[in-house]
């Protein structure tokens, strides 16, 4: 594997990163467009007032206000990018500012649009939607608003509450800021006295070193940078379930978490049965560290010994290999889509793919009607890099699908989805290299990777949504969170999950919550779990041979935001309302684990 070196974002090659001329061919275009942007938000204002005059006056209200929104966006994508691959760079973070408040400006523009609607009498509805076929695109919009008309408010309070999309905004660009482009961390230093940089960059890599001294110094180094800012991202996070309780009274919901999952039709039931479910089955993941205690033959494993490979002949993988298998294993879906695949990867830069000093550590799919599905990562020539690349590629190619079906709409989908299509992807070229790689060593690598990654969705993820629920309904209840209640929390959660297999640093694994900031999407992070679950159920419907389960998953792909999240599901194949799914994805770790302890018998 190359050694790990982190370069300066100008020092990499342009083909190996995301094709920003394509949605904005200079910054000057880009400031061109977001002037005519706001020029033109007064449009909008103009239908205010008049909505209850025809079926024709409510169709251009619509159609302007989504054009101008999803213009937007555009220039949101491209913003947020430049600003991920690297926060450093202080111009690409003013952008990012001004995108995000011409968004706020944009939803202030449109507030009115929902009370209006809603003030029309439902009958009138139905009847308009026959009356102007630029309408009937609009139905299952329309219901949608209805169900939600309790929590609508009035145009005055809307425009309010679209206002505060730009300061409200402030903890999660404080957080990347100041754990990114600011904290600093002290390098890693192997048993043989080499220096190795800790950074967002390489610290999964550090993680995966053969080396205990270097593991142990990467990952003290890494908490410590996160230790010493605890009370800040504490604060930070406060702010942010402050921000959102407020705006849950605001829209009359009872809990932050109904007001999470009532936009999207999901039951509440829903997440406790998913953390229950967890809980369950947590000695699953007691068994996995057992193995791994095991096969280390260390007498005590600790955190920093979960991830490095359970074989020291890891397979190097090449871009250009793991995009060839992540095809294979995806021909299933049809020569359409993983031609699309082939072409964004390797023609189009879709990938912006090499880690670089400033950039952001993890790794996302973004982009939006009228732009590539973009994905940026941190490719480093390992099976979970190409396990990453597929991950993100099925969040790419569900924007691309629906972007390819929907009108602006329906252009989006809903987070409880998006984890499906992105575990499918890897569910299904986890089976192919199953089936065609033998070598044992490939197939304990390619199990281990897969552990990696049911680790982070099947393990991390639970547990923080269990720190999710204390912390909103700590505050709901009126207390204060402080950096030792979080750090406590999370350490109890742990200390759970890991039994007596693994020994814990209260202070370091209790701040581990303060690494992801996915905690800013509120009750995100269970998705993540459910996500999976349904990802292995429709994918081995796919592998099982039924003859309508691609074509069933490529229209669950396909529609957006036109069903419910639940629904769309049941289109493709599983029902996510009932804990079965986690349950039997429960079953298939156990079996991974099983197959583990065969090959390292």
Sequence with gaps: MPKITLPQRSELHQKDTWN??????????????????????????QYQGTLSQGPAILAEALETFLQIENRSNKLSVYAGILSSVDSTDQASAALDSKATSLMGQVQAAGAFLKPEILALAPETLRQWLHADKRLAVYAHYFDDLQRQQAHVRSSEVETLLGLLTDPFSTPGTVVQTLTIAETRFSPAIASTGEEMPVAHGTI??????????????????????????????????????????????????????EASQAPNNIPVEVFHQTIETFRKHQSIWHRYWALRRRVSGYETLHSYDLRYPLTTRTPEVPYTQAVEWIAEGLQPLGKDYVQTIRRGCLEDRWVDLYPNQGKFSGAFSSGCPGTHPFIVMGYNYSLKAMSTLAHELGHSMHSYQTWQTQPLVYGNYSLFVAEVASNFHQAMVRDYLLRTQPDRDFQIALLDEAMSNFHRYYFTMPMLARLELAMYGHVERGESLTADLLNGWFAEFTAEGYGSEVTLDPARDGNTWATFGH???PYYVYQYTTGIAGAHALAHKVLSGDPQAAENYLNFLRAGHSLYPLDALKLAGVDLSTPEPIETTFAMLEGYIEQLERLMA
């Excluded at 001294?213 to 800040?232: H, N, P």
């Design 204 to 257: 999964l890599t550090l993680l995966e070193d053969f080396d205990r001294e270097t593991r142990r110094t990467a990952w003290e180094s890494y908490a410590d940078g996160y230790l010493a800012i605890q009370k800040t991202l504490t604060n930070n996070l406060a702010g942010s379930v402050k921000q959102f309780l407020f705006l849950a009274r605001a829209r009359g919901y009872t809990s932050a978490l």
């Design 519 to 521: 905690l800013y999407a």
């Design 20 to 45: 920003a001329e394509s949605v904005f061919p200079t910054l000057s275009a880009w400031e061109t467009e977001y002037q005519h942007v706001q020029e033109q938000l007064p449009t909008v204002g």
